[in-house]
């Protein structure tokens, strides 16, 4: 790449103008060197990503240059040993260790017992090896109600009786009364809902997928993003997707991680198995969770009353200029007829 694109990236990533090319890891992520946490690399990196994007289709070139930079630095700064490496390379001196010295115990006073000849205790006579002890006669049972160990059941639902249509000749049938919800509340459940499909399906290629070992600057930027989206959008799908043993459990906890790229790369062939196991199983429970959100919202749905007659009065009411078109088309009709009989 020539000079004026890496000038370009410097003014988009802001950093110094005279400064060198390619900057050092710390440089690039505005860190101080040997500075910065998981979290705040990883926000960092999100940042300047947001930086680079309006520049993508103008500039395609440079924007993947410095997209290679940050996974580069993500992957590099995120991995303890690579990191002390790294480190080491620039000069950066390590973390000398802190020597405590533990306190010394407090030393109890030691209390001597004399002894007499024959290592017997003054005063202590031989016990015998043994000793019968009488046991008390039992005592006659006693019956004692036991007492319920779970909860009070809970009423039955109250069950409404459904009145057929007329003329169907079907009897009536019981249902059960379901707790009411709103028509709003439904709507506001199911975007989020479709938001957090959305998330989840982003995760497919690391988490869904055993072989994939984040071993590309492209995939580890794919699934920095997709981990943004999922920590957004996961929390406001809580009553679907809960904690750990349920499905999609093992996948929302590692979503949660501060170091979660450090977390999947170090992950071994069976558990990478059992996370993609569990990335399915929460993808078929948020599916069927929008099913079931999907059909309580066409039951929340108002039905008018009426038949085909009051729709069609309905519509001549709200937009009356059909009226109007319906009586001009009238009078063409019956000028032409008159004149030509």
Known sequence: MDLQSHDRLRAWLGLPADGPWPPDHYALLGLVRGSGDLADIEARVLDRMELLRPHQLLHPEPVTEGMNRLAQALVCLTDPVGRADYDRELGIPAAPFEVVESEPAASEPLVEVPFEPGLVPPDERRSPAYEVVQEPPPLPYEVVPTEPKGPPPLP??????????????????????????????????????????????????????????????????????????????????????????????????????????????????????????????????????RKRLRELAFIARPRRSGGAAARLVRELTRTPEWCLAGFALAALVFAFLRRNP
């Open 156 to 289: 039955s639902p109250r069950k409404t009786r459904r009145r057929p249509a007329r003329g169907s000749g079907l009897t009536p049938i019981e249902s059960t009364s379901v707790a009411p919800i709103s028509r709003r509340a439904v709507y506001r459940r199911l975007a989020a809902l479709r938001k957090a499909l959305r998330a989840w399906e982003n995760l497919r290629p690391v988490l869904g997928t055993p072989t994939e070992l984040l071993a590309t600057p492209v995939s580890v930027l794919l699934f920095v993003r997709a981990l943004a989206d999922a920590r957004h959008a996961l929390p406001e799908v809580k009553w679907a997707v809960r904690g750990p043993g349920t499905p999609g459990g093992v996948v929302a906890a590692l979503v949660r991680l501060p170091h979660a790229i450090h977390a999947v790369r170090v992950l071994v062939p069976s558990q990478r198995q059992t996370v993609a196991l569990d990335w399915r199983n929460g993808l078929d429970e948020l599916r069927r969770e």
